[in-house]
């Protein structure tokens, strides 16, 4: 194999940099405004994160689903729990509030109570008249409360869509118009003048409205991710920044590693301008994650640069040597960090694909401004005084490393029992871990928004639309009456399951019709008999005039119906259990060689997507274990290296699995990255480790034990600073008010945690007890990751 990275390459490579200082901060500067430049093109996602591709089954019923029928998510319905709403003067503002609405050319329809429609026979011509609910202003008490028993006793159609029988909560629906569903005018819309009417009918009467439906859910879902991206950034740099000045007790140090940061920062946001990509939820986790893993760059690099001053006192050789020495060491770390994240790409999800692009694209980024900035901007500074390299000799940090030696050298058995006890604690707590598929489980809790959703689902069973679709194979066969029947039928089965609410369909608006066939009697909201529809069905095409009742529900040649329901939030099992039984009823109603019924809708895209992530992920984290199990072997050269390598990295992420399993975490698109992110970032201690081993084994020409405690104590104490300032500053994303990015932020910090014990603890104590069949001469053979000796001529020239 061709040794690439070779320590002239390394040497040349400092020399270039430090012989072309301006040149390179030109260079940095034009790329940053370059970069800064495609910030305009940064856009926020205004659809749901779907984790399916494209051509996958699912996606393809959803999207016929929409060529019949539309964008079926356009529905924000509005409620009140108030006896006070049938009072004449709240009642007519409640109406009123739907008129306003009704007059933006974003709505295409708001309903409230006043525009409810009554069913009325006329019979020359046979016909059916719509009538409004309220046609105009209420002026009395006794006429309010004429209306509310009228809606509550007589009209059985409109119960559990528009009111709740047993808590007399109402609502009202806004459909906006389907154009802009997946835009910034539902955005704007919204947040600009839907919210600001509501809080004023609010303020004026003194009434609680409840707001909710997937416009209105994801509209304030986006903004919270918006609103986040700055306290992330800023809560990112504030606790690395802190804790790396607690470290090194320098305030340039810190100010240099907080200018290199803040411009892997804005190359973050350049990239995602570039590349068109928009800002979902997990895009606007990469800010902060640049922040979190270019900090230990930047501790390792000025680690090295005052360990290598303190020991000759020669600047210009020190700085040759940081870049040198550490370079490749670095360069490796970054690599396997960003192909934790470039695994992403390989599954099928274009949210994850870009997610993965981008992340791994940065993190390269991120080490190039390292290794440019840090050394150069110290090149035109006086060389460290006395102060800044106190740090290097803290009492703490030598206890520390005694601890870690002492463990290493005098309980080596004690590590491994904890290591196993921990490791079948894990496997116990792994088979209790479940899998979520619901919408809304990620979303701030205590947001108004999210309580208004566990109103609706208390009050009307849910809020996240769940499609069924029927293909009758014929034109006008939605109409005939053994469909009819079928569909009916089909509606009880949903009516009489938890999860979901009350279906509506054509089948709702013929038993409306022959309620009003015999003048409104609600004994007679039913399907019509056989010999009713013949006198029925001329009254029902009335329906089809201007008002077209039916076109919601059934489509314009008669041979395509849905039946729509909500599903409540609930787990993947649950969901999949409603999901087979409708299954099984819809086998047995609707024979497959005269219907065809698909399932589909929202809620049950995202429950796929959910277990297609989650089997996709476990192939990425497959193959990012592969690919850095192929890097070390390459690096030294040394498959039986392999294991020493992947066992004290495998194991926290076995432990975090463990933990999510006993804690109740279940398994989710934001959980599930965990693994890949915590593993490409926990080898990179392994690698440094393992790095500065084989360069103790040479100079102490083959001794193990004396190159594993060297080892230990030069590399334990950047392992132990970069671990603490990634524990930290993943622990930022804790603050979130997203469940997801509390529980990515929780467990990346655990695991890293684990990672960095195991590293210091089980990779030293494993390199002693299989020193004679693994950590020996004859297995580290000449590495393609060569650690330049301290002695090398090559460092003596000047810059």
């Known amino acids: 194999m061709v040794k690439i990275l070779t320590t002239g ?7 270039l940099i430090l012989r072309n200082r301006p040149f390179v901060l030109i260079l940095v500067a034009a790329i940053t405004i370059f970069l800064s430049m495609q910030w305009k093109h940064m856009r926020f996602t205004y659809t749901e994160a779907n984790l399916l591709p494209d051509d996958h089954e699912v996606n393809l019923e959803y999207n016929n689903f929409l060529d019949k029928f539309g964008e079926e998510g356009n529905l924000i319905v509005l409620g009140i729990q108030n006896d006070s709403l049938f009072t004449p003067n709240i009642l007519n503002a409640w109406n009123s509030l739907s008129a306003k609405i009704n007059t933006y050319p974003e709505v295409t329809l708001s309903i409230s109570l006043k525009d409810l429609k009554l069913l009325r026979k006329e019979e020359d011509p046979q016909r059916f008249e719509l009538d409004s609910f309220i046609p105009g202003t209420v002026t009395t008490t006794e006429e309010a409360e004429n209306y509310r028993k009228q809606l509550f006793n007589d009209l059985p159609f409109y119960e559990n869509l528009i009111y709740n029988k047993q808590t007399g909560t109402v609502r009202s629906a806004i459909y906006l118009d389907k154009e802009i569903i997946n835009t910034s005018a539902r955005r704007d819309f919204i947040i600009e003048d839907l919210i600001p009417l509501i809080d004023t009918f609010e303020k ?5 409205v409840r707001t909710s439906g997937m416009p209105y859910i994801r509209t304030l879902n986006a903004q919270n991710i918006i609103d986040e991206i700055g306290l992330f950034v800023l809560a990112a740099l504030l606790v690395t920044s802190l804790i790396f000045f607690f470290f090194f007790r320098s305030y340039r140090a810190t100010f ?6 803040i411009i892997g920062v804005m190359w973050a946001f350049g990239v995602l301008g570039l590349l068109r990509y928009e800002i979902t939820v997990l895009t606007a986790l990469i800010p902060p994650l640049i922040i979190v893993i270019g ?5 390792f690099l000025i680690n090295k640069y ?3 001053y303190k020991n000759h006192g020669n600047q210009v050789k020190a700085l040759q040597r940081v870049i040198a020495k550490v370079g490749n060491a670095t360069l490796m770390t970054n690599v396997t960090t960003a192909s934790g994240f470039a695994t992403f790409i390989l599954t099928e999800s274009s949210l994850l694909k870009e997610f993965g692009i981008v992340a791994s694209i940065n993190i390269i980024g991120i080490f190039l401004l390292s290794l440019l900035i840090i050394p150069v901007i110290y090149s035109y500074m006086s060389p460290p005084k006395e102060k800044h390299l106190k ?9 520390f490393v005694n601890w870690m030696e002492s463990t290493v050298r005098n309980h080596r058995i004690g590590i491994y029992i904890s290591s196993v006890i921990l490791l079948a604690l894990s496997i116990i707590g792994i088979y209790q871990i479940k899998v979520s598929g619901s919408l809304i489980e990620d979303m701030p809790k205590k947001t108004a928004f999210f309580k208004d959703i566990r109103f609706f689902e208390q009050e009307f069973d849910g809020i996240m639309p769940l499609e069924i679709l029927i293909d009758t194979k014929r034109k006008k066969g939605v109409m005939k009456l053994a469909t009819l029947k079928k569909m009916d039928e089909l509606s009880t089965v949903i009516e009489e399951q938890p999860e979901l609410s009350k279906p509506v369909s054509v089948v709702n608006l013929v038993k409306y019709a022959k309620q009003a066939y015999y003048n409104g009697a609600p004994k007679y909201y039913q399907l019509p008999t056989s010999n009713e529809r013949a006198f029925i069905l001329p009254y029902t095409n009335s329906f089809s005039g201007e008002a077209n009742l039916m076109g919601a529900y059934v489509d314009s040649t008669g041979q395509y119906a849905r039946i729509t329901t909500f599903m409540k939030d609930i787990g993947t099992d649950r969901m999949e259990m409603a999901e087979e039984n409708l299954r099984r009823k819809i086998a047995t109603l609707f024979p497959e060689d005269r219907y065809e019924v698909t399932l589909t809708g929202k809620a049950l895209v995202f429950q796929k ?7 996709n992920l476990i192939i990425s984290l497959s193959l990012a274990v592969l690919l850095i199990a192929l890097f070390m072997a390459w690096m030294f050269k040394s498959l039986r290296m392999i294991l020493v390598s992947l066992i004290p990295n495998l194991l926290p992420l076995l432990i975090t699995a463990g933990m999510m399993g006993f804690l109740g975490i279940p398994i989710k698109p934001s959980t599930i990255l965990v693994f890949s992110i915590a593993f490409g970032i926990s080898v990179d201690d392994t690698i440094h480790f393992l790095a500065k081993y084989r360069q103790e084994l040479r100079a102490s020409k083959w001794k193990i034990k004396r190159s594993v405690y060297a080892s230990l104590r030069e590399t334990g104490v950047s392992m132990f600073y970069t671990s603490i300032v990634l524990f930290f500053g993943f622990s930022v994303f804790m603050i979130s008010s997203f469940g997801g990015t509390v529980a990515l932020g929780g467990l990346v910090s655990a695991t890293l945690l684990f990672a960095m014990l195991a590293n210091l603890l089980l990779l030293p104590a494993l390199l002693l007890s299989l020193e004679k069949s693994i950590a020996n001469k004859k297995t580290f053979k000449e590495p393609a990751l060569k650690i330049i000796e301290s002695d090398d001529d090559e460092f003596t020239k000047d810059a």
């Open 9 to 15: 390459f390394w040497a040349s490579v400092a020399r």
């Open 256 to 261: 240099i590693s907080m200018i290199t940061v």
């Open 295 to 299: 900090i230990p760059n930047c501790i």
């Open 306 to 308: 005052q360990q290598e």
């Open 391 to 399: 740090h290097l000799g803290k009492r703490w940090i030598e206890s």
């Open 609 to 615: 997507g959910t277990n297609y992530l989650v089997w």
């Open 204 to 208: 004026e009467n003194g009434i609680k």
